[in-house]
């Protein structure tokens, strides 16, 4: 049995569906089982934990002999470094004296030590404690998320633009929440030996004009890009509802990723997905 943390979500929906598809047996964890209740369509099994409750969510982990591990994101509106190290000990707490063999976690490419840089402090946190259980741990390290444009769709094809605060013509490594499924699945049903960090990316690396030029296609319409100077990012997180501290974590994490280069391997876990295939499917299911 496997048992996957944010299985209502892009990737831990994705990561189940792909071990359902090899004939694997899924136990989907949710705080609210009323959200989930298609997934027992599906074949899969349904366990109701809080992720801030460690019995529950250990209990949830004992279902199985392997996990996916995710850690969800806070509501911006709160302190979402401070909620999201909360429930990354929570997590690992509920790890210890789970009977698991194995776990594959979902980090991010950038993880690092440091203070109030998102989820590249929060995730590197995940990982270190993870290296401290007498589990096998594979991580995998996600690129940018092709799905973080998501959100920008119904700007998009009111305005023709597409608001960035990358550089328009930085490649960066991005990759399809689909193909992170995969590799998350290959992984958790590989033998207990396949451990440590693995970077998962797509097929080649895209600038936020490509995603404007898959967006265009799409939509069959000009779309521009619109960069946001660094001294308006925090502004600009506060438009969108962020508290002051989300909003600044955020803008940190944005400028170390930019400043640092990204993570650029040399032997990432490819997906198939393209950013064209991805944009276009986005748009057709609208």
């Known amino acids: ?13 994705a ?21 989930a209740h298609a997934w027992r369509d599906k074949g899969a099994e349904i366990a109701e934990a809080n992720i801030e409750h460690v019995a529950s969510l250990r209990a ?5 002999r392997r996990a996916f591990l995710l850690n969800p994101p806070a509501d911006t509106s709160a302190d979402t470094d401070a909620v999201e190290r909360r429930t990354v000990a929570c997590i690992l707490a ?6 698991l063999e194995k776990v594959v976690a979902e980090s991010t490419g950038g993880a690092q030590p440091g203070e109030r840089i998102g ?8 990982e270190q404690g993870l290296g401290h259980l007498p589990i096998s741990a594979a991580i995998n390290r996600a690129a940018y998320y092709m799905s973080n444009w998501d959100v920008q769709f119904d700007a998009i094809r009111k305005t023709g633009k597409l608001s960035t605060m990358f550089p328009a013509e930085l490649a960066i490594p991005m990759v399809a929440p689909r193909d992170l499924g995969e590799a998350a699945a290959q992984r958790l049903m590989s033998t207990v030996d396949d451990v440590g960090i693995r970077y998962v990316e797509g097929p080649k690396r895209y600038a936020s004009a490509d995603v ?5 296609a799409a939509l069959d319409r000009p779309v521009e890009v619109e960069v946001t100077p660094r ?8 438009r969108l509802g962020f508290s002051e501290a989300a909003a600044d974590s955020y803008a940190r994490m944005t400028a170390v990723s930019i400043d640092g280069g990204f993570d650029m391997p040399d032997n990432p876990l490819r997906g198939d997905t393209t950013l ?5 499917d986005l748009v057709a299911r609208s």
């Open 276 to 280: 064209e295939a991805y944009v276009h």
């Open 60 to 64: 949830a982990f004992r279902r199985g």
């Open 15 to 35: 990561t189940a569906e792909a071990l359902l598809r090899r004939g694997g047996q899924v136990t989907i964890v949710t705080r609210d089982a009323h959200r």
């Open 231 to 238: 001294g308006k990012w925090k502004e600009a997180f506060h």
């Open 212 to 216: 404007a030029k898959a967006f265009s």
């Open 94 to 99: 509920a790890l210890g004296d789970s009977g």
């Open 119 to 126: 989820d590249l402090s929060v995730l590197w946190e995940l």
């Open 1 to 13: 049995m496997y048992v996957i943390m944010g299985g209502t979500g892009h990737v831990g929906s």
